[in-house]
């Protein structure tokens, strides 16, 4: 039986799509259960204890996928290496093990994301970096012709 202490809130109608926010111990990291009609559930720890985040971000999932819904043909635009480096720094403030991230080492991911997108461009898109690329990019990258600087391997 769940526990009267424990927070909860759905977020979603009734018959389609819903968010069912949760924490298990009372005060403890919230957690997300999604359902979707035709796929079933997914769980995953939110990683954070922020209710009112909780509820915002679960807003914008349903609000994402009734958009995804309405015009399926609609597809997003490719993700490009200066927007995944944005997004990176900005919106990734913790490591797979739950610890916080440094600020010396989101300023180093700033610069990696500067370099490549100095070699490549920002609207390069990701999908398109491919392993003979990156090696073309390491070869110069150590000859010192993307920064004017060598560097050795690291």
Request: proline share 7%.
């Amino acid at each position: 039986m769940a526990d009267p202490e424990c927070w909860s809130r759905t977020v979603g109608t009734q018959r389609g799509a819903r968010v069912r926010l949760y924490e298990r111990k009372p005060g403890g990291l919230l957690h997300a259960s999604v359902w979707l009609p035709g796929s079933g559930e997914s769980r995953r720890s939110l990683g954070h204890r922020d209710k009112g985040r909780a509820v915002r971000e679960a807003q914008q999932l349903l609000r994402v996928r009734r958009q995804k819904e309405a015009d399926p043909a609609a597809s997003p635009a490719p993700l490009t290496l200066g927007t995944l480096f944005q997004r990176y720094v900005e919106e990734g403030k913790y490591l797979p093990d739950g610890s916080l991230k440094t600020e010396p080492y989101l300023r180093h991911i700033a610069a990696a994301g500067k370099n490549l997108a100095s070699h490549f461009g920002e609207d390069f898109p990701v999908s398109e970096l491919t392993p003979d690329r990156v090696q073309v990019y390491v070869r110069l990258r150590r000859e010192g012709a993307i920064t004017g600087k060598p560097v050795r391997t690291n």
